[in-house]
């Protein structure tokens, strides 16, 4: 189990299948609300986390596949909802305790600013790979 929270410390969440692979997301969006590239591991669903004082969490849904989570108190972001699959990921230095993750994929790389580089050795994704996975894998209608 693993406990994160946001920077005032009214809102945490216990995570109980914590994986270390962290993601980076460089579309505007997340840099727009993060100040940069948003940084999470993959908790899974609403099953594998308990979120205590629920009642700080704003949400706002900013695509018609997902919502973003922050405390109302202080403002940090809390988590990325994916609504189709109730998939959550959360940003990896909400965590105490985070010395195993290590970045593995960077998704909207097409989008990434010239500003800034990670060193590591990661997978990368452009915004036109990552559209038509979730197009295929959440919006695919089937023929009956």
């Not at 270390?20 to 969006?29: F, N, R, T």
């Not at 965590?95 to 970045?103: K, M, Q, V």
């Given at each position: 189990?693993?406990?994160a929270?946001?920077?005032?410390?009214?809102?945490?969440i216990?995570?109980t299948?914590?994986?270390?692979?962290?993601?980076?997301c460089?579309?505007?969006?997340?840099?727009?609300?993060?100040s940069?590239?948003?940084?999470?591991?993959?908790?899974?669903t609403?099953?594998?986390?308990?979120?205590?004082?629920?009642?700080?969490?704003?949400?706002?849904?900013?695509?018609?596949?997902?919502?973003r989570?922050?405390?109302?108190?202080?403002?940090?972001?809390?988590?990325?909802?994916?609504?189709?699959?109730?998939a959550?990921s959360?940003p990896?230095d909400?965590?105490?305790?985070?010395?195993?993750?290590?970045?593995?994929?960077?998704?909207?790389?097409?989008?990434k600013?010239?500003?800034?580089?990670f060193a590591?050795e990661?997978?990368?994704?452009?915004?036109a790979?990552i559209?038509?996975?979730?197009?295929?894998?959440?919006f695919?209608e089937?023929d009956?």
């Amino acid at each position: 189990m693993k406990t994160a929270s946001c920077l005032c410390g009214k809102v945490s969440i216990e995570v109980t299948d914590f994986q270390s692979e962290v993601g980076a997301c460089h579309c505007s969006m997340c840099r727009k609300w993060g100040s940069g590239p948003l940084l999470t591991v993959e908790v899974g669903t609403i099953a594998n986390i308990r979120i205590h004082s629920e009642h700080l969490i704003s949400r706002y849904q900013s695509s018609e596949w997902a919502e973003r989570g922050f405390c109302s108190n202080c403002g940090a972001n809390l988590f990325y909802h994916l609504l189709p699959t109730d998939a959550y990921s959360i940003p990896i230095d909400l965590f105490d305790d985070s010395e195993e993750a290590l970045l593995t994929t960077e998704v909207y790389y097409d989008q990434k600013p010239a500003y800034y580089d990670f060193a590591n050795e990661t997978k990368k994704l452009s915004e036109a790979e990552i559209m038509q996975m979730v197009q295929e894998k959440y919006f695919h209608e089937t023929d009956e």
